[in-house]
T-cell receptor, first 113, second 111 residues
Framework: EAQVTQNPRYLITVTGKKLTVTCSQN?????MSWYRQDPGLGLRQIYY???????DKGDVPEGYKVSRKEKRNFPLILESPSPNQTSLYFC????????????FGPGTRLTVL | QQQVKQSPQSLIVQKGGISIINCAYE??????FPWYQQFPGKGPALLIA?????SEKKEGRFTISFNKSAKQFSLHIMDSQPGDSATYFC??????????FGGGTRVLVKP
């Protein structure tokens, strides 16, 4: 089944404790992206990647890191999480052709205490 | 700043009624305008999309109306059903696959 998977789905952590949210897709998509969803703000892009070893900042990159060592994986790293990073996070992927649908993962709900 | 403004934030409609969600954008470089539907506990999923050279697109009960000169577009859900209860996001896509989303509209269809 073609899908984007994320782990964990739920995470409660404390300020300053490094964490990684994994994202994997099995559709051979070049493009992958991380979004955070907050009430009233929609989804805002954190980082994106056009292909392996190519990453770039989105609209809200502060406090996050990413890497793209393999085409299928695009982990999101929070080196020192803070309470303002409490949010619902989505990974998405797509082909690079114009207008191609972005497929979203099921989401990771993160709470930073 | 929010480049795509979406209204209303929430909407209650009776079964069989019409749901209308409006979006306005600022970035004239957007070349693709998708609508995503999100159910609780799930990720957004593409519902319908339109390109700026088309004024209307219809897929079943869902229609996008697009006004390029006004930089506005809207989603109409005809004959709304309880199963349409979800959050809807409009978006604009610029070069490089970047999606800029509106703030979302929570739609509740009452039986």
């Amino acid at each position: 089944e073609a899908q984007v998977t994320q782990n964990p789905r739920y995470l409660i952590t404390v300020t300053g404790k490094k964490l990684t949210v994994t994202c994997s897709q099995n559709m051979n998509h070049e493009y992958m992206s991380w979004y955070r969803q907050d009430p009233g703000l929609g989804l805002r892009q954190i980082y994106y990647s056009m292909n392996v070893e190519v990453t770039d900042k989105g609209d809200v990159p502060e406090g996050y890191k990413v890497s793209r060592k393999e085409k299928r994986n695009f982990p999101l790293i929070l080196e020192s999480p803070s309470p303002n990073q409490t949010s619902l996070y989505f990974c998405a992927s797509s082909l690079l052709r114009q207008g191609n649908e972005q497929f979203f993962g099921p989401g990771t709900r993160l709470t930073v205490l | 700043q929010q480049q795509v403004k979406q209204s209303p934030q929430s909407l209650i409609v009776q079964k069989g009624g019409i749901s209308i969600i409006n979006c306005a954008y600022e970035n004239t470089a957007f070349d693709y305008f998708p609508w995503y539907q999100q159910f609780p506990g799930k990720g957004p999923a593409l519902l319908i999309a339109i390109r700026p050279d088309v004024s209307e697109k219809k897929e079943g009960r869902f229609t996008i109306s697009f006004n390029k000169s006004a930089k506005q577009f809207s989603l109409h859900i005809m004959d709304s059903q309880p199963g349409d209860s979800a959050t809807y996001f409009c978006a604009g896509k610029a070069a490089g696959n970047k999606l800029t989303f509106g703030g979302g509209t929570r739609v509740l269809v009452k039986p």
